[in-house]
Nanobody, 125 residues
């Protein structure tokens, strides 16, 4: 059983930076697809960044390319966010699925079976 606990959220002004962490427990093997999702009030949860632990491949949704960087070690998943915008305001969640070579559906939440509880990011203008 994989456990995920996010931290690092907070309130920043537009243009600022934050680094989110997701502590991983019960992680075994190397073939995980791990992702960061976010959900703003009144909106659906959307995937923003994905990493395949097998080879370190990373993927980003268009709205965060060049601003967000996902990385991972055995114990943690990270999301470095720079040049934050008010539209980045959301609850951020980490997610994982074992033995899953991230595919064309990797930004869909239904692909993941392990989730953290979320950490709030608020960006003010």
């Amino acid at each position: 059983q994989v456990g995920l606990v996010e931290s690092g959220g907070g309130s920043v002004q537009a243009g600022g930076s934050l680094r989110l962490s997701c502590a991983i427990s019960g992680y075994t093997g190397s073939n995980y697809c791990m992702a960061w999702f976010r959900q703003a009030p009144g909106k659906e949860r959307e995937g923003v960044a994905v990493i395949y632990t097998g080879d370190g491949s990373t993927y980003y949704t268009d709205s965060v390319k060049g601003r967000f960087t996902v990385s991972q070690d055995n114990a943690n998943l990270y999301l470095q966010m720079i040049s934050l915008k008010p539209e980045d305001t959301a609850m951020y969640y980490c997610a994982a699925r074992a033995n899953y070579r991230c595919d064309g559906y990797m930004f869909f939440e239904a692909r993941y079976n392990y989730w953290g509880q979320g950490t709030q990011v608020t960006v003010s203008s």
